[in-house]
């Protein structure tokens, strides 16, 4: 099946640097959704992507779907304490299919 | 209440108990989905119901038994559970494009899960 390699596994950065994650897949797919999950909660959207090429930006991250459908990326400007969680990348083959695979997640910690 | 709601938000049961975990959305959503998340591992996709209808069951054991009475409400009936099967619960639930959802509905709503400890 479809799987998702999504690096680093885990970072520690300082408060206000930027961070960046990628997420590769073995096939293409095209929609890229990234979610963000906290302690003791769900993951949540942040951004969604459907268009090959497509920079998109919430606040200070910022998502791209990567040219050849089978990456992305997720960078966050300045982090602050509260975006400490896990960040999950997702991704679909066809609109409509709503099944959903997810990436293994990059656990985000700052380090005050 | 808005969102997707899943209740109750910690469970501990024995191996011999009986007990279900309920997940209800308020989205007007026509897919819901069980996953199961695992320390340190992905997060396993469980069931998928679409119009109430189960059109996907990834393998998992029958001590794990849906129910989807209707297109807002999902049960996930437990009954002699193991230790491993010790996880948080999450439940989703979206809307299928292919019946008039826009690219902006898309995605997945996550509840904020139930996390379960088999004793």
């Known amino acids: 099946g479809q799987q998702l390699n999504q690096s680093p596994q885990s970072m520690f950065i300082q408060e206000g640097e930027d961070v960046s994650m990628n997420c590769t897949s073995s096939?293409?797919?095209?929609?890229w959704l990234w979610y963000k999950q906290e302690p003791g909660e769900g993951p949540v959207l942040l951004i969604a992507?459907?268009?090959?090429?497509e920079l998109t930006s919430n606040g200070r991250l910022t998502a791209q779907f990567g040219i050849t459908r089978k990456d992305s990326f997720l960078n966050i400007s300045a982090s602050i304490p509260s975006d400490v969680g896990i960040y999950f990348c997702a991704g679909a083959s066809n609109f409509g299919n709503e099944k959903l695979t997810f990436g293994t997640g990059t656990r985000l910690t700052i380090i005050p | 209440e808005t969102g997707v709601t899943q209740t109750p938000r910690h469970l501990v049961m024995g191996m011999t108990n009986k007990k279900s975990l309920k997940c209800e959305q308020h989205l007007g959503h026509n897919a819901m989905y069980w996953y199961k998340q695992s320390a340190k591992k992905p997060l396993e996709l469980m069931f998928v119901?679409?119009?109430?209808?189960?059109?996907e069951n990834n393998s998992v054991p029958s001590r794990f038994s849906p129910e989807c009475p209707n297109s807002s409400h999902l049960f996930l009936h437990l009954h002699t559970l193991q230790p491993e099967d010790s996880a948080l619960y999450l439940c989703?639930?979206?809307?299928?494009?292919?019946?008039?959802?826009?690219?902006?509905?898309?995605?997945?709503?996550f509840g904020s899960g139930t996390r379960l400890t088999v004793v």
């Open positions: 119901y679409n119009f109430k209808e189960q059109t």
């Open positions: 989703a639930s979206s809307q299928d494009g292919r019946t008039g959802g826009s690219r902006n509905d898309y995605g997945y709503t």
């Open positions: 096939s293409i797919f095209n929609t």
């Open positions: 992507l459907y268009k090959a090429g």
